[in-house]
């Protein structure tokens, strides 16, 4: 008898935004990804396009919080990428092996939707190897890879 009265109280207080959002809402193109809500400060009822552009924005300000999305969206990942490869663009090779072994990490899930073409075959290729070579592998089809990480993703 309860159940249903918690559940409409849920809805209630995620639709009047006095929640903080840890996922995109029910039904949702990447309902799968989930983020702990004590790194980004979401209201429930920001609309989810606002809600990835907020995560983006804090990726591409503290990149280590990347490490608290589970199933990050592309454009969370490209946000990641385009830090990547500003890194090691400036020679910063070791910072950008530590946003490569997050990228890794997040690519852990068969449920995280792919952002560069390859991408998870290049990581499932290096299965085999310890961490640090896993990472320079990713590292080295990055840099290989013609195509830019910024691009707009088409619906």
Known sequence: MTSPILHLLKRLSRALGLDTADSFPPGHRYARTR???AYFDIASN???DEMERRICDAVANTP???GHIVNPTPRMQRTLLGLL???LRLGHRREA???AALLLRAYHSRDTPEAVPGLRAAIDAGAHL???ERIAAVLDFLGGSDAPFDVIEMK
């Open 35 to 37: 983020w702990n809500a």
């Open 46 to 48: 920001v609309p989810p």
């Open 64 to 66: 280590l919080v990347f």
């Open 85 to 87: 490869e500003q890194r």
């Open 97 to 99: 092996a530590q946003l």
């Open 130 to 132: 310890d961490g640090n």
